[in-house]
């Protein structure tokens, strides 16, 4: 549908996003949200406004304000900010937790009628308890109220792409950044590409595939090789005006879609052979980037002995132990005891800082006085199957309550400074450890739960990385014994991906 450039245009936006593990027992509920980020109507307007807190407490600015930037000084636009709920990342969301936000959504999507436009930022990995692609079934809900305007969405670079989805939405674009820095730059791109196709200024035309592939990449950041080659081509691609936008994503590996896998998005202006055929070029440089995989990992008790080996580099600064299997910014409940376990029984002389959720040890620690020694069980309650408590005894140090982390607690064990979290212990930047007043300079030994995006903060700190699989939700090897549709790499040898990418798109015949 075309609208007058002279008409007004009413937009709305809104926003619904948790990246879920599928393999987490941890059920994501309405709490969830509310205890992080969960605001509707006027006040998310003012949030998203000039000077506001979109996310109080962890993102001045984010996707929501980018597009109120990209769109809110246009003379002949109107918007409406309807409804903004995200919560960090952890298991499935519950059924009514999704109806709840999904109805909250679509009311006032219903109320804010008639619009020209939609804008709705989406993570692209959450799950919900029963419900296959929810985000295609979200979609679908959406596009049933707002009708044939159109609707553009973002999504993190670690979505999973789907027929549904992307027959439902108009315009796509996703994070070109991992660690992800670009939340305002996505939406501002996908903002001016809603308008000026109100505006009749382009025809937005999309082509995409999606790649029977989970892990490649190397590193996956994007500013390291392999994928720095491909962020570059799209940026170039985009800056000379080849396309409008060009994504890719890397899924998200602990999502239970049976059809998952990396994708590519491109839009060009109208033209559509041309966007067949980028997106056929970046597929193909993604199957070729397939075969460097993340780094070999280490077992908990060989990393603590390699840690005590590194002598020098540990006088410099410290040596980071990343547990790859409790990675909680991948939805794991971040309460396994292994590491700990590890540097107790072979970190000697280590001072080490490690962090672990735990809300039932901090309830009890809760109660006691700084300075009190005691004997307790740390570690294993969220998620008993994984790991089992560990009986420690160590001196509370620290009590305090951090927004949007709740309660906190610091107990020595030895050489150990335990750094216990009633919400998920988010190790991204090493203010996660000052903020309770541990000194990172101090420690030889940093452990974070966290895969590749903390490398960048702690860069400044940290001598030497070494990954560590110990057991958890967020092991690979979890995540590939999951039920896919057919052969996916590098689970399985896969040589072609194109017989793949035709069925998921329902070009099959
Ligand atoms: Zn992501």
């Known amino acids: 549908m075309t609208h ?103 009311d006032g999507l219903r109320a804010a009628l008639p619009l020209d436009g939609v804008y709705l930022c989406l993570h692209g990995a959450m799950g919900v308890e029963g419900l296959p692609d929810p985000e295609g079934a979200l979609l679908e809900r959406v596009r049933e109220v707002i009708g044939d305007i159109p609707l553009a969405v973002t999504m993190d670079l670690h979505a999973n792409l789907t027929q549904r989805r992307m027959r439902t939405l108009d315009v796509l674009v996703g994070y070109a950044t991992n660690p992800h820095r670009d939340h305002v730059r996505t939406a501002k791109l996908a903002g001016r590409l809603l ?86 070029e970046l597929a193909d440089r993604c199957w ?36 790859a299997s409790d990675v909680v910014t991948a939805g794991a409940p971040g309460d396994t005891t292994c ?22 040890a901090v309830a009890q620690l809760w109660k006691e006085d700084v300075g009190r020694e005691l004997t307790l069980e740390v570690g294993g309650s969220l998620d008993p199957e994984v790991s089992e408590a560990l009986e420690v005894t160590g001196v509370l140090r620290r009590k305090q309550e951090v927004p949007g982390m709740k309660r906190q607690c610091v107990l020595r064990i030895g050489d150990v400074e335990l750094v216990i979290t009633e919400g998920p212990p988010v190790t991204i930047r090493p203010s996660f450890f000052s903020d309770v007043g541990l000194d990172p300079w101090k420690a030889d030994v940093l452990v974070v739960k966290n895969f590749f995006p903390f490398r960048l903060f702690f860069l400044p700190l940290s001598r030497k990385t070494i990954y560590v ?36 798109r329902g070009l099959a015949s």
């Open 469 to 504: 699989k110990t057991k958890g939700r967020t092991d690979l090897d979890a995540a590939f014994g999951l039920e896919f549709n057919e052969p996916l790499h590098p689970i399985e040898q896969v040589t072609e991906w194109r017989p793949t990418d035709a069925r998921r």
């Open 4 to 106: 007058a450039p002279t008409g007004r245009l009413r937009l709305a936006y809104a926003r619904i996003a948790q990246e879920t593990n599928a393999l987490s027992p941890v059920l994501t509920t309405l709490a969830d949200f509310d205890s992080m980020h969960h605001i509707t109507g006027e006040a998310l307007g003012r949030a998203c406004a000039k000077g506001g807190q979109e996310a109080e407490g962890f993102l001045a600015n984010a996707e929501l304000s980018g597009f109120v930037r990209a769109c809110g000084g246009e003379a002949d636009v109107t918007l409406v900010p309807i409804s903004s709920a995200w919560a960090i990342p952890s298991g499935p969301l519950s059924r009514d937790c999704f109806e709840a936000l999904t109805t909250e959504l679509l």
């Open 288 to 323: 070729e980037a397939r075969h460097e995989q993340p780094p070999k990992f280490a077992s908990a008790q060989e990393a603590v002995a390699q840690a005590q080996r590194m002598k020098l580099r540990r006088k410099l600064g410290a040596i980071t132990l990343a547990d």
């Open 339 to 360: 590491m700990l376990r590890a540097l107790l029984e072979g970190g000697q002389g280590l001072r080490a800082y490690l962090p672990m959720r735990d809300p039932r």
């Open 195 to 280: 308008l000026r196709r109100l505006r009749g200024e382009i025809q937005p035309t999309t082509a995409w595939r999606t790649l029977p592939l989970l892990v490649g990449g190397g590193t996956t950041l994007d500013f390291l090789p392999p994928m720095l080659g491909i962020f570059h081509r799209m940026r170039a691609l985009e800056r000379r005006g080849e396309v409008l936008t060009a994504s890719v994503f890397m899924c998200h590996v602990w999502n239970d879609d049976p059809d998952l896998g990396w994708s590519v998005v491109v839009t060009t202006d109208g033209d559509q052979a041309k966007a067949e055929e980028i997106a056929d």
